[in-house]
């Protein structure tokens, strides 16, 4: 005969799902604020979207390249002063341990009077606008541009992510737990939206009982409405918008910024690393990897290599390794599939779904999210022994 073992109780103010920029932001600032909170993750803290962003503190500038500012601009517009304090150790958490890859980007143009005119208009449409850079000041990486090219500098700091994970994961050990999805969770539903969450292991199951469930999974999400039912999933809905992005590496200089034409989206955004072996990564995003989901892989390569070669004639990139990453991005669904201007919050009960849009963006999620808390904390801390989850590699070090 076998003995029903009954599961352990927990009570905490928020239980979040996800380890992600956005869970990992809010959990910080909720403990802070004397809320009591857990946070699941499946595998790695970051996996997915989070690591797979270009770690820009975008301040708007990316979003006013056809000159006109928009509510995506005003959103973001305040994000690079946000970040810089929790850099400094004096903001709404501590990084002050994370690694600050550049303090600026650039933009440069390609050398057509179109790209130009769209240079001047970012810089002219922008509250903190860029500054044109003398030929002699260029950054190594377009130093040997011709004089056809304007180079601006933008005050958007651009941030290691995996160091930004371990920043505030590390002083928040205690309230992560390695959960492994979909057979180490269970959501038992309510009037209210969600009774509790039974979480298990090998050998061990324990019951959350959470006044708020936060759903901060990115992608994930989806998995959690379908649990939930229709109910709710028509209620809630998410959009995914794929990218298709390039890991350049080789004998490069470092280089961050976009290189714009006359679209509103930058040609290429670079963003640079070294690896252990002390080669430059270059981390390719922007149009190329929007236009190259409908690429596979060596189409993807080659169509890089191309417009490297044509934007940046000047960058020697024929010894380099290409590889090439999809990235799943998922959004709160918009009208016509679009970006959101912001993040997208929605509650159902007491369940709670985010999705912060973008990197830069995880402030102001969090702050919607603890919006949607009750105003005071009701439990205490828990102190639970269980598995942790590490942080993520970045994509190109990953099979």
């Given at each position: 005969?076998v003995?029903?073992?009954?599961?352990?109780?927990?009570e905490?103010?928020a239980?979040?799902?996800g380890?992600?920029?956005?869970a990992l932001?809010?959990?910080?600032r909720?403990?802070?604020?004397?809320?009591?909170a857990?946070?699941?993750?499946a595998s790695?803290?970051?996996n997915g979207?989070?690591?797979a962003?270009?770690?820009?503190?975008?301040?708007?500038?990316?979003?006013?390249?056809?000159g006109?500012?928009?509510?995506?601009?005003?959103a973001?517009?305040?994000m690079?002063?946000?970040?810089?304090?929790?850099?400094?150790?004096?903001?709404?958490?501590?990084?002050?341990?994370?690694?600050?890859?550049?303090?600026?980007?650039?933009?440069w143009?390609t050398?057509?009077i179109?790209?130009?005119?769209?240079?001047v208009?970012?810089?002219r449409?922008i509250?903190?606008a860029?500054?044109r850079?003398a030929?002699?000041?260029h950054p190594p990486?377009?130093?040997?541009?011709?004089r056809?090219?304007?180079?601006?500098?933008?005050?958007?700091?651009?941030?290691?992510?995996?160091?930004v994970?371990?920043?505030?994961a590390?002083?928040?050990q205690?309230?992560?737990?390695?959960?492994?999805?979909?057979?180490?969770v269970?959501?038992?539903?309510?009037a209210?939206?969600?009774?509790?969450?039974?979480i298990?292991?090998?050998?061990?199951?324990v019951?959350?009982?959470?006044?708020?469930?936060?759903f901060?999974?990115?992608?994930?999400?989806?998995?959690?409405?379908?649990?939930l039912?229709?109910?709710?999933?028509?209620?809630?809905?998410?959009?995914?918008?794929?990218?298709h992005?390039?890991a350049?590496?080789?004998?490069?200089?470092?280089?961050y910024?976009?290189?714009?034409?006359?679209s509103?989206?930058p040609?290429?955004?670079?963003?640079?690393?070294?690896?252990?072996?002390?080669?430059t990564?270059?981390?390719?995003g922007?149009?190329l990897?929007?236009e190259?989901?409908h690429?596979?892989?060596?189409?993807?390569?080659?169509a890089?290599?191309?417009?490297?070669?044509t934007?940046?004639?000047?960058v020697q990139?024929?010894?380099t390794?290409?590889?090439t990453?999809?990235?799943?991005?998922?959004?709160?669904?918009?009208?016509?599939?679009?970006?959101?201007?912001?993040?997208?919050?929605?509650r159902?009960?007491?369940?709670v779904?985010?999705?912060p849009?973008?990197?830069a963006?995880?402030?102001?999620?969090a702050s919607?999210?603890i919006?949607?808390?009750?105003?005071t904390?009701?439990?205490?801390?828990?102190?639970?022994?269980?598995?942790r989850?590490p942080v993520?590699?970045p994509?190109?070090?990953?099979d």
């Amino acid at each position: 005969m076998v003995a029903f073992v009954q599961p352990e109780r927990i009570e905490v103010d928020a239980l979040i799902f996800g380890g992600g920029i956005c869970a990992l932001w809010t959990l910080a600032r909720l403990r802070r604020e004397g809320y009591s909170a857990l946070a699941l993750e499946a595998s790695a803290l970051g996996n997915g979207q989070t690591v797979a962003s270009q770690g820009i503190i975008h301040g708007g500038v990316k979003y006013a390249l056809g000159g006109l500012i928009g509510d995506a601009s005003r959103a973001i517009s305040r994000m690079p002063e946000i970040w810089s304090a929790c850099l400094a150790g004096r903001g709404e958490i501590d990084l002050s341990s994370a690694r600050v890859l550049s303090d600026a980007c650039y933009l440069w143009t390609t050398p057509r009077i179109g790209a130009r005119l769209a240079g001047v208009a970012a810089s002219r449409a922008i509250r903190a606008a860029p500054r044109r850079v003398a030929p002699q000041d260029h950054p190594p990486a377009l130093r040997d541009a011709p004089r056809s090219v304007d180079v601006y500098r933008v005050g958007e700091p651009v941030l290691d992510v995996p160091s930004v994970l371990h920043a505030i994961a590390d002083r928040h050990q205690s309230a992560l737990m390695r959960v492994r999805f979909p057979d180490g969770v269970r959501l038992r539903r309510s009037a209210d939206g969600i009774d509790h969450a039974t979480i298990r292991d090998a050998d061990r199951e324990v019951e959350i009982h959470a006044r708020r469930y936060l759903f901060c999974a990115g992608a994930g999400n989806a998995d959690y409405l379908a649990r939930l039912g229709s109910a709710v999933a028509s209620f809630v809905r998410m959009q995914r918008r794929p990218l298709h992005m390039v890991a350049m590496i080789g004998d490069l200089p470092m280089l961050y910024g976009h290189a714009i034409g006359p679209s509103t989206t930058p040609l290429l955004t670079i963003t640079s690393t070294r690896n252990a072996a002390g080669a430059t990564i270059w981390w390719i995003g922007g149009g190329l990897a929007e236009e190259g989901v409908h690429r596979d892989g060596s189409e993807q390569a080659e169509a890089a290599r191309l417009q490297v070669a044509t934007l940046m004639p000047w960058v020697q990139t024929e010894d380099t390794v290409v590889r090439t990453v999809r990235v799943d991005r998922a959004e709160g669904a918009q009208a016509g599939g679009v970006r959101p201007n912001g993040p997208v919050v929605q509650r159902v009960g007491n369940a709670v779904f985010c999705w912060p849009t973008k990197l830069a963006l995880a402030p102001q999620a969090a702050s919607m999210l603890i919006k949607e808390m009750p105003e005071t904390p009701a439990h205490a801390q828990p102190m639970i022994a269980w598995e942790r989850p590490p942080v993520a590699r970045p994509p190109w070090e990953q099979d």
